[in-house]
Each structure stands twice: as C-alpha cells, then as structure tokens.
C-alpha cells in the first residue's frame, strides 16, 4: 500500500511517498518557488542522494504533476505506474469547527473546507488547491485529508473560548482552535507506546517546539488544552511569534508606531519571538552560541523567556490534568536542544518532574526516557513524523471504506 502525503503551501508543495507495507520512505521531496522565479524540484533519492530538477512551475497542479512525473521516471523513479498510488493524504490546517478528525475527501468535504477558508485565508486555500488538481489528476485515487485543528476540538469550552462578546464568537467563530494537532496526537500516542502505558489511561504534556511551539494537555487520549489559539501566533514564545500578549500593548503599539492590522500583523508573526527579542536569529543554534560564546545580553534574555513561559505553561497544564504521568519532548529544539530541556525542568522536582542531567545532556533526535530513575514523571523524547501520522490515518479510512 503506498501513500502519498501532500502539504500544499502558498507556493511550495512538500511530498513523501509511503510504503507502509515495508514502513519505508519510498520517495521525499519538495516543489519551491510556485509562480515565482527559479522553481525547481527538489527531491532526496531513497539511496540518500539529493538532486535538484529546474522547471517553470506556474501553479500547484503543474507542481503536482512534476511530482508525479519524478516518482515514475526512469532515472529517479521509485514507482512503474501512478496506480501503484492508493491513496494520497493531505495536510490542512483549519479544520474550524467542522472537523474533529480525518475525513475521506468528498464533493460535500470539499465545500465544507471552503467555508473554513476564512478562518486561514494563507493556508487553507493552498491546501484545497492540492486537493482540486488531484482530483484533476488522480480521479480514481481517494483522498483524504487530516487537519492541524482536530485533535483539539475536544477541548472544553471554557477552555477554548476568549472573555470576548459571545455574539463574536456566533459571527464570526473566533474562539481557540490550536495547531499542530498532528503532531500533538502522534507523539502522545508514540510517547504511550515506548513507555509500554495505555494512552487512554495517562496524563500527558505534549511540548512541539520547532520554529513553531505548542504545548498540549492530554487525558484519557484527548487534548483539553493547548497554547496556540484562534491563529498560530497564541501561546509560547516562538522564532518569530509573540506568543501571548497584553492585547492593550497592541492597540498602544498600532497607535504610537501609526501602522495597521496588516503591518502589527507583520510585527507579531515575523518580527517578534526569540528573533525580536535577542536581535540575532530566530534559530536555537544561533541564539545559544550568541548567549554562551559571546554572553550576549539579549539572546541570554530570550532564552530565559522563552523556557520561563514554557515552564508556566507546563505549570498551569499540570493543574488543569490534576497532575501529569508523562513529559514530551519534540520539534527541532524539543528532541535535541539539551540546554533548552534543562532549563525548562530545572526547579520542577517538587511536581515529580525530575531530569537526567547526564543522560538529557547526551540525548538528541532519538526516542528516550530522560528522567531520573525514580521520578514520578515520565520525561521522554519522541521525534514527530506528521507526514507518517497522516499516511496512517489516510490508510485507516480507505481501509475502513474497502470494508
Ligand atoms: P519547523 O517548525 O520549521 O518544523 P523545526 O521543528 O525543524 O521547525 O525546528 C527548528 C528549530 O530547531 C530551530 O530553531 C533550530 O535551531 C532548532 N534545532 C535543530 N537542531 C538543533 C540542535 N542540534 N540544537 C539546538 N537546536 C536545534
């Protein structure tokens, strides 16, 4: 059975092809530059090599059918036939209220997922183009598609919604939703799995940090709270992102700086986080050389920050679960950033969340336990693979739907 996983962006289309007979990535790549000068396909081949093919890629289906192309070519081929494709799974990332899980994609599907378009009017319509040009391409092929917001529409509402009108809330659906649902579930449930424990049965705290962060609080299998909200930029401080913010510091800065939704917009998604803050980079290899080799001031401050609130979040998690059974760790800095781990459980051994200190010093991108022997908090370290989680619940439904 061989899965294709497609996440479409504005001008990008990243792809792996899964064979999950054999639990092998059959072929992985990305499309760059849609529409823009210098498109080019970019692709690994399974033996590791990496090659770069050019081409004047004006649109996403034309994008997709280079993908398509390179999986069944000669030289670089991993497929004889595109029917050797079952079925093709795509990330979207608003699901609104309309989605709490994956769906089989469907005409009626279709138009439900135009009516969230509003709620990410930059993702969700690359993500239905990809689905569209598919369909164009692969009738026959079923698609399915798996959204970031899902694994958080059980949380309770009054955890999800903002102390706002509710009339807004009626109009306009603003209330939190929460991202990196994909990853949030996949870890929870890995993390249960390598610690032989039943994940209906746990306590968990699930820390994404990559350049994008996200915390979850997880019980009996589902997240009942996580920090990003109505849009992505909620919660943690991120590379980039504010993360939470004193909404009146925002109407005073849109004021005194005279600019707009548009460019506070700007300043809160791409100018902010520990980028805005230290002035050096939003990349933790970055930020920590500055803060440890050249005791920069400003990066020591971002690093305090950013662990700090990720700290209170994990505080304020481990009251509303009642307590915590198991700590995860992943994303780019949460499975191999050492010192960003230390700092974050340092001073927690009060709440049973108690490190390693040798063994976390030494851990990078790999599964482990890194608590100390007797603590009463699991600490563990679970690589995400959102793309692995969709090929499996694309495989689940078509599955279910040959039955
Ligand atoms: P994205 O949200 O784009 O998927 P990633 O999960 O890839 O992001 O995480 C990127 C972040 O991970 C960057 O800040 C990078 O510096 C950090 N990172 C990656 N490897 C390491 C490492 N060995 N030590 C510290 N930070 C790392």
């Known amino acids: 059975m061989k899965i ?3 996440n479409c962006g504005s ?4 792809y792996k092809l899964f064979d999950l007979a054999t639990n092998e990535v059959a072929a992985n790549g990305v499309v760059d530059k849609i529409g823009l000068k210098g498109s080019a396909i970019k692709l690994e081949r399974p033996d590791g090599q990496k090659v770069l093919l050019e081409g004047e890629i004006l649109d996403h289906q034309t994008g997709i059918e280079y993908i398509l192309g390179v999986m069944t070519s000669e030289k670089h081929g991993c497929l004889k036939d595109l029917e050797e494709i079952s079925a093709v799974g795509h990330r979207v990332v608003h699901g609104g209220e309309k ?3 994956s769906v089989l994609v469907t005409d009626e599907v279709v138009e439900m997922m ?3 378009i509003s709620l990410a009017p930059l993702h969700n319509p690359p993500n239905l183009k ?5 369909k164009e391409l692969l009738p026959d092929v079923p698609q399915v598609a798996v959204f970031d917001t899902a694994f958080h529409q059980t949380m309770p509402d009054y955890a999800y919604m903002y102390g706002i009108p509710y009339s807004l809330y009626q109009k306009y659906s603003i209330r939190r939703y929460g991202f990196h649902g994909t990853s949030h579930r996949f870890v929870s449930e890995k993390a249960c799995e390598f610690l032989n424990r039943d994940f209906k049965s746990q306590r968990i705290i699930t820390c994404h940090l990559g350049n994008g962060a996200s915390i979850a609080a997880i019980t009996n299998g589902v997240s009942v709270d996580t920090s990003m909200g109505f849009t992505p930029v909620e919660g943690l401080i991120m590379g980039t992102r504010a993360g939470d913010l004193d909404l009146g510091a925002a109407t005073y800065i849109m004021d005194n ?4 939704t548009a460019s506070l917009n700007t300043l809160i998604n791409k100018h902010s986080g520990v980028l805005g803050i230290s002035g050096v980079s939003s990349d933790f290899r970055e930020l920590e050389k500055a803060a440890y080799q050249d ?3 400003r990066a020591i401050l971002a690093l305090n920050m950013f662990t700090y609130r990720i700290k209170k979040y994990i505080g304020s998690y481990i009251a509303a679960l009642g307590g915590v059974d198991v700590l995860v760790f992943t994303g780019g800095i949460g499975e191999n950033d050492t010192q960003v781990r230390a700092m974050i459980c340092d001073n927690m051994e009060y709440l049973g969340i108690k490190l390693n200190e040798e063994v976390n010093a030494k851990l990078r991108g790999k599964e482990a336990q890194i608590q100390e022997q007797n603590a009463k908090v699991k600490i563990v370290v679970i690589p995400t693979d959102e793309e692995l989680m969709i090929a499996r619940d694309t495989n689940d439904i078509v599955n279910e739907l040959a039955n």
């Open 130 to 134: 990809g689905i569209e040009s598919m």
């Open 4 to 6: 294709l996983v497609l």
């Open 11 to 14: 001008s990008s289309i990243k």
């Open 99 to 101: 989605f709490n899980g």
């Open 114 to 116: 135009e009516k969230c």
């Open 295 to 297: 005791q920069n001031e």
């Open 257 to 260: 700086e005279h600019i707009g």
